[in-house]
Protein backbone atom coordinates (compact mmCIF):
# COMPACT_ATOMS: atom_id res chain seq x y z
CA UNK A 1 0.00 0.00 0.00
CA UNK A 2 3.10 2.57 0.18
CA UNK A 3 4.05 4.90 2.78
CA UNK A 4 2.34 5.13 5.99
CA UNK A 5 2.13 8.05 8.17
CA UNK A 6 1.65 7.92 12.33
CA UNK A 7 -0.88 10.27 13.23
CA UNK A 8 -0.95 9.35 16.95
CA UNK A 9 -0.39 6.84 19.52
CA UNK A 10 -2.81 5.02 21.67
CA UNK A 11 -2.38 3.21 25.33
CA UNK A 12 -5.03 0.40 25.94
CA UNK A 13 -5.29 -0.96 28.91
CA UNK A 14 -6.79 -4.64 29.83
CA UNK A 15 -6.48 -6.39 32.98
CA UNK A 16 -4.21 -3.85 34.85
CA UNK A 17 -2.14 -4.81 31.64
CA UNK A 18 -1.65 -1.69 29.04
CA UNK A 19 0.30 -1.28 25.24
CA UNK A 20 0.33 1.90 22.91
CA UNK A 21 -1.04 0.95 19.83
CA UNK A 22 -0.11 3.45 17.23
CA UNK A 23 -2.54 4.84 14.47
CA UNK A 24 -1.65 4.66 10.72
CA UNK A 25 -2.56 6.54 7.81
CA UNK A 26 -2.50 4.41 3.72
CA UNK A 27 -3.19 6.17 0.66
CA UNK A 28 -6.90 7.02 0.12
CA UNK A 29 -6.49 6.98 4.33
CA UNK A 30 -8.12 3.54 5.26
CA UNK A 31 -7.05 4.46 9.27
CA UNK A 32 -6.46 1.35 11.11
CA UNK A 33 -4.71 0.53 14.35
CA UNK A 34 -1.10 -1.51 14.17
CA UNK A 35 -1.46 -5.27 15.31
CA UNK A 36 -4.59 -4.19 17.67
CA UNK A 37 -6.93 -7.13 18.11
CA UNK A 38 -10.89 -7.14 17.70
CA UNK A 39 -11.19 -6.18 20.80
CA UNK A 40 -9.34 -2.92 21.02
CA UNK A 41 -11.00 -1.49 17.89
CA UNK A 42 -13.65 0.13 19.60
CA UNK A 43 -11.01 1.98 21.75
CA UNK A 44 -9.30 2.94 18.61
CA UNK A 45 -12.51 4.13 16.59
CA UNK A 46 -13.40 6.24 19.60
CA UNK A 47 -9.47 7.88 19.36
CA UNK A 48 -10.13 8.03 15.52
CA UNK A 49 -13.07 10.07 16.39
CA UNK A 50 -11.72 12.55 19.25
CA UNK A 51 -8.72 13.20 16.43
CA UNK A 52 -11.53 14.12 13.96
CA UNK A 53 -13.22 16.67 16.49
CA UNK A 54 -9.32 18.05 16.97
CA UNK A 55 -9.20 18.64 13.18
CA UNK A 56 -6.04 16.06 13.29
CA UNK A 57 -6.59 14.18 10.65
CA UNK A 58 -7.21 16.92 7.92
CA UNK A 59 -3.84 17.98 5.97
CA UNK A 60 -2.56 20.23 3.37
CA UNK A 61 -2.97 18.93 -0.36
CA UNK A 62 0.28 20.02 -2.13
CA UNK A 63 -0.63 20.53 -4.97
CA UNK A 64 -4.41 22.70 -4.19
CA UNK A 65 -3.01 23.76 -0.96
CA UNK A 66 -6.71 23.09 0.64
CA UNK A 67 -7.34 21.45 3.57
CA UNK A 68 -8.68 18.25 3.27
CA UNK A 69 -9.66 15.38 5.48
CA UNK A 70 -7.11 12.36 5.30
CA UNK A 71 -9.96 10.15 4.65
CA UNK A 72 -10.12 11.73 1.07
CA UNK A 73 -5.85 11.78 0.90
CA UNK A 74 -3.46 9.79 -1.55
CA UNK A 75 0.18 9.28 -1.31
CA UNK A 76 2.60 8.88 -3.83
CA UNK A 77 4.60 5.94 -3.92
CA UNK A 78 8.27 5.67 -2.68
CA UNK A 79 7.76 9.19 -0.82
CA UNK A 80 6.08 10.37 1.98
CA UNK A 81 4.12 13.59 0.18
CA UNK A 82 -0.21 13.73 0.61
CA UNK A 83 -2.34 14.99 -1.82
CA UNK A 84 -5.73 15.24 -2.73
CA UNK A 85 -7.49 12.69 -4.38
CA UNK A 86 -9.24 15.50 -7.25
CA UNK A 87 -5.34 16.71 -7.67
CA UNK A 88 -3.49 13.24 -8.20
CA UNK A 89 -6.33 12.66 -10.68
CA UNK A 90 -6.34 15.92 -13.04
CA UNK A 91 -2.18 15.55 -12.71
CA UNK A 92 -2.39 12.24 -14.00
CA UNK A 93 -4.66 13.01 -16.92
CA UNK A 94 -2.37 16.09 -17.48
CA UNK A 95 0.71 14.09 -17.88
CA UNK A 96 -0.94 11.27 -20.14
CA UNK A 97 -2.15 14.29 -22.61
CA UNK A 98 1.28 15.37 -22.83
CA UNK A 99 1.92 11.51 -24.04
CA UNK A 100 4.21 10.95 -20.99
CA UNK A 101 3.65 7.21 -19.10
CA UNK A 102 6.39 7.52 -16.55
CA UNK A 103 4.25 9.90 -14.32
CA UNK A 104 6.92 10.95 -10.92
CA UNK A 105 5.88 12.98 -8.14
CA UNK A 106 4.81 16.39 -8.75
CA UNK A 107 7.08 17.63 -6.08
CA UNK A 108 10.10 18.68 -7.92
CA UNK A 109 13.09 16.17 -7.30
CA UNK A 110 11.03 13.67 -5.49
CA UNK A 111 11.83 10.31 -6.40
CA UNK A 112 8.68 9.18 -5.97
CA UNK A 113 6.97 7.92 -8.78
CA UNK A 114 2.84 6.70 -9.99
CA UNK A 115 1.92 4.03 -11.34
CA UNK A 116 -1.08 2.36 -13.13
CA UNK A 117 -1.96 -0.49 -10.62
CA UNK A 118 -1.45 1.40 -7.31
CA UNK A 119 -3.90 4.48 -8.61
CA UNK A 120 -5.83 1.89 -10.37
CA UNK A 121 -8.31 2.39 -7.31
CA UNK A 122 -8.75 6.15 -7.86
CA UNK A 123 -8.81 6.38 -11.22
CA UNK A 124 -11.84 6.54 -13.91
CA UNK A 125 -11.97 3.52 -15.74
CA UNK A 126 -10.99 5.41 -19.06
CA UNK A 127 -7.85 7.00 -17.53
CA UNK A 128 -6.74 3.76 -16.06
CA UNK A 129 -7.28 2.10 -19.16
CA UNK A 130 -5.72 5.08 -21.09
CA UNK A 131 -2.82 4.22 -19.32
CA UNK A 132 -2.19 1.22 -19.94
CA UNK A 133 -2.67 1.93 -23.40
CA UNK A 134 0.35 4.21 -23.53
CA UNK A 135 2.56 2.27 -21.76
CA UNK A 136 1.93 -0.32 -24.38
CA UNK A 137 2.58 1.58 -27.23
CA UNK A 138 5.73 2.95 -25.26
CA UNK A 139 7.33 -0.48 -25.28
CA UNK A 140 7.48 -0.56 -29.20
CA UNK A 141 9.85 0.65 -30.79
CA UNK A 142 9.57 3.87 -32.47
CA UNK A 143 11.31 3.02 -36.09
CA UNK A 144 8.59 0.11 -36.52
CA UNK A 145 5.35 1.98 -35.18
CA UNK A 146 3.20 4.11 -37.11
CA UNK A 147 -0.59 4.76 -37.80
CA UNK A 148 -2.80 3.95 -40.36
CA UNK A 149 -3.14 6.93 -42.84
CA UNK A 150 -6.93 7.07 -43.30
CA UNK A 151 -8.01 9.47 -40.74
CA UNK A 152 -10.77 7.79 -39.80
CA UNK A 153 -9.02 4.92 -38.66
CA UNK A 154 -5.73 6.09 -37.45
CA UNK A 155 -4.46 2.52 -35.79
CA UNK A 156 -1.44 2.12 -33.98
CA UNK A 157 0.61 -0.51 -36.73
CA UNK A 158 3.97 -2.17 -36.30
CA UNK A 159 6.21 -2.59 -39.60
CA UNK A 160 6.41 -6.16 -39.50
CA UNK A 161 6.86 -6.45 -43.12
CA UNK A 162 9.56 -8.08 -44.73
CA UNK A 163 12.43 -5.78 -45.76
CA UNK A 164 11.43 -3.98 -49.56
CA UNK A 165 7.64 -4.36 -49.26
CA UNK A 166 5.70 -2.27 -51.15
CA UNK A 167 2.10 -2.35 -49.50
CA UNK A 168 0.48 -3.48 -46.24
CA UNK A 169 -3.07 -3.87 -45.37
CA UNK A 170 -4.27 -2.41 -42.15
CA UNK A 171 -5.92 -5.26 -39.91
CA UNK A 172 -8.44 -2.91 -38.47
CA UNK A 173 -10.05 -1.04 -41.11
CA UNK A 174 -8.85 -3.62 -44.08
CA UNK A 175 -7.63 -0.85 -46.50
CA UNK A 176 -4.46 -0.73 -48.42
CA UNK A 177 -1.64 1.32 -47.88
CA UNK A 178 2.14 2.09 -48.58
CA UNK A 179 4.87 1.41 -46.36
CA UNK A 180 7.27 3.37 -47.92
CA UNK A 181 5.67 6.57 -48.06
CA UNK A 182 2.97 5.81 -45.05
CA UNK A 183 -0.42 7.34 -46.77
CA UNK A 184 -3.02 5.77 -48.51
CA UNK A 185 -1.95 3.49 -51.85
CA UNK A 186 -0.93 5.42 -54.89
CA UNK A 187 -2.22 2.78 -57.64
CA UNK A 188 -0.52 2.54 -60.63
CA UNK A 189 2.56 5.55 -59.77
CA UNK A 190 5.37 4.56 -57.91
CA UNK A 191 6.86 6.05 -54.61
CA UNK A 192 9.32 8.29 -55.94
CA UNK A 193 6.71 10.07 -58.17
CA UNK A 194 4.36 9.95 -55.61
CA UNK A 195 6.49 11.78 -53.54
CA UNK A 196 6.95 14.58 -55.96
CA UNK A 197 3.75 15.06 -56.59
CA UNK A 198 2.81 15.11 -52.64
CA UNK A 199 2.21 18.81 -52.53
CA UNK A 200 -1.02 18.64 -54.68
CA UNK A 201 -4.63 18.45 -54.33
CA UNK A 202 -5.76 17.51 -50.72
CA UNK A 203 -2.23 17.31 -49.50
CA UNK A 204 -1.26 20.66 -50.46
CA UNK A 205 -4.66 22.16 -48.84
CA UNK A 206 -3.73 20.29 -45.34
CA UNK A 207 -0.62 21.95 -45.76
CA UNK A 208 -1.50 25.33 -46.16
CA UNK A 209 -3.81 24.93 -43.17
CA UNK A 210 -1.01 23.59 -41.22
CA UNK A 211 0.68 26.58 -41.98
CA UNK A 212 -1.89 28.90 -40.72
CA UNK A 213 -2.56 26.77 -37.63
CA UNK A 214 1.32 26.35 -36.78
CA UNK A 215 0.73 22.78 -36.90
CA UNK A 216 4.05 20.63 -37.19
CA UNK A 217 4.58 17.32 -38.82
CA UNK A 218 6.41 14.61 -36.80
CA UNK A 219 9.72 13.69 -38.80
CA UNK A 220 8.52 9.40 -37.77
CA UNK A 221 4.76 9.00 -38.31
CA UNK A 222 3.92 11.84 -40.49
CA UNK A 223 1.25 13.14 -38.83
CA UNK A 224 0.25 16.53 -37.61
CA UNK A 225 0.53 17.78 -34.15
CA UNK A 226 -0.25 21.26 -32.35
CA UNK A 227 1.91 23.10 -29.24
CA UNK A 228 -0.70 24.20 -27.38
CA UNK A 229 2.11 25.46 -24.55
CA UNK A 230 4.82 25.27 -23.16
CA UNK A 231 8.80 24.63 -24.32
CA UNK A 232 9.84 23.76 -28.04
CA UNK A 233 10.45 19.72 -26.76
CA UNK A 234 7.63 18.12 -28.75
CA UNK A 235 6.67 14.20 -28.02
CA UNK A 236 4.38 12.56 -30.59
CA UNK A 237 1.97 9.82 -29.62
CA UNK A 238 4.01 7.54 -32.01
CA UNK A 239 6.95 8.12 -29.67
CA UNK A 240 9.28 10.41 -31.51
CA UNK A 241 10.56 13.41 -29.77
CA UNK A 242 11.64 16.70 -31.63
CA UNK A 243 12.36 20.43 -31.18
CA UNK A 244 8.93 21.76 -33.06
CA UNK A 245 10.87 24.81 -34.17
CA UNK A 246 12.93 22.74 -36.57
CA UNK A 247 12.13 19.30 -36.48
CA UNK A 248 15.14 17.66 -35.31
CA UNK A 249 15.06 14.90 -33.16
CA UNK A 250 15.77 15.84 -29.78
CA UNK A 251 15.40 14.44 -26.01
CA UNK A 252 13.47 15.98 -23.16
CA UNK A 253 16.30 16.76 -21.00
CA UNK A 254 18.06 18.58 -23.38
CA UNK A 255 17.72 21.49 -25.94
CA UNK A 256 18.26 21.72 -29.40
CA UNK A 257 21.24 22.91 -30.50
CA UNK A 258 19.88 24.93 -34.00
CA UNK A 259 17.16 26.32 -31.40
CA UNK A 260 18.85 26.88 -28.00
CA UNK A 261 18.34 30.94 -28.03
CA UNK A 262 14.56 30.48 -28.47
CA UNK A 263 14.02 27.78 -25.38
Not at 12 to 22: A, E, F, H, I, N
Not at 59 to 73: A, P
Not at 242 to 257: L, V
Request: net charge negative.
Amino acid sequence: MGNMMCIGSLKLRKDKKSKDVDVFVTPKSHLSPARAGDEEAIEVGEYLDSLAKENLTIFSCEICTEQVSLYDSFNVKGCSHFYCVECIIRYIKSKLEENLTCIPCPISGCEGVLEPEYCRYILPNDVFDGWGEALCESAIDVSRKFYCPYRDCSALLINEEPEGAADGICPFCNRVFCIKCKVAWHTEIDCAKFQRLEKTGVDSMLEDLASRKNWRRCPNCKFYVERIDGCLHMQCRCGYAFCYNCGAESAPDTRCPKCKGLW
